[in-house]
């Protein structure tokens, strides 16, 4: 196994992650792992999705010379 650290979280979020875990049949490492590339994959889906900027626009609408 990795090193290993401690995180603090409240007792009911580690109720929940042990629940979670649990159903899924993980370790903690593993759901806390997928919970986090979730949120990242979260966050880039937002991303592509926002209106582009002005100057993306401009850059996308060039034409070679």
Known sequence: ???TMTVRVSRQTH???VD???????TMDE???RARRALRQGAMARGLAADLRPEEK????AHPA
């Open 58 to 61: 401009d850059w996308l609408d």
């Open 15 to 17: 109720r929940r992650l």
């Open 1 to 3: 196994m990795a090193e």
């Open 20 to 26: 979670l875990a649990s159903s899924r049949r993980e």
């Open 31 to 33: 759901t806390v792992r």
